[in-house]
């Protein structure tokens, strides 16, 4: 069973459509034991830092998520909350990976809205995928690249398109929202 964490941010029903898409079973769910006994774990969400880092920690789900060991995949807001930092709120959030999450500069050009490539990529995420391929962004805050980084994409300077750590993985970008590349990706992560 798949489990998509509920924890009060948008985005949730159409990850569960693209799993539903790709044939796969999943449930949307803020119960520990539900999320820790999944055999694949998603962190989406769409909203502000701060406060989704305050419905977690009132639920201990930030302690539920560190003690995942199954693959678990964090998208847009879910990536940003897997960061040491978010200056967003100036929040603290979960450390999985050792990078700080910082606006874009320009606010003229920000959210860095709609389809862009991707590039310097490695790792399970992306077999079969070519470098420069087009996925679905939405969002305002960026990751800094890092050791942990797996792919760049260039939007007003270079920042973490997706990163990975032990299991857990992650993605700035939307693959729910990112058409046939984003299904292969959601693919890749369901079938590690």
């Known amino acids: 069973m798949i489990a998509i964490i509920k924890y009060n941010a948008g985005n949730i029903s159409s990850v569960k459509n693209a799993l539903t898409r790709l044939g796969y079973e999943s449930i949307i769910t803020s119960d520990s034991e539900e999320i820790l006994n999944a055999d694949k774990v998603i962190f989406p969400g769409v909203g502000e830092a701060s406060s989704a880092m305050k419905y977690l920690s009132e639920r ?103 990163m990975q750590r032990d299991n857990f993985y992650a993605t700035q970008f939307h693959p729910e929202k990112s058409a046939d590349i984003g299904e292969q990706i959601l693919k890749n992560f369901l079938d590690l």
């Open 60 to 162: 201990n789900l930030d302690k539920t998520i560190l003690s995942i060991k199954k693959p678990m995949l964090g998208i847009c807001l879910g990536q940003q909350l897997m960061c040491t930092y978010s200056e967003e709120g100036s929040t603290q959030c979960l450390g999985i990976f050792n990078t700080k999450v910082k606006k874009f500069p320009h606010t003229e050009l920000v959210p860095h809205m709609g389809w862009n490539n991707f590039s310097k990529v490695k790792g399970e995420l992306f077999n079969g995928l070519e470098n420069t391929n087009n996925v679905y962004f939405v969002h305002s805050y960026y990751a800094e690249i890092n050791e942990q980084t797996t792919a760049v994409c260039d939007y007003i300077k270079p920042f973490s398109a997706a």
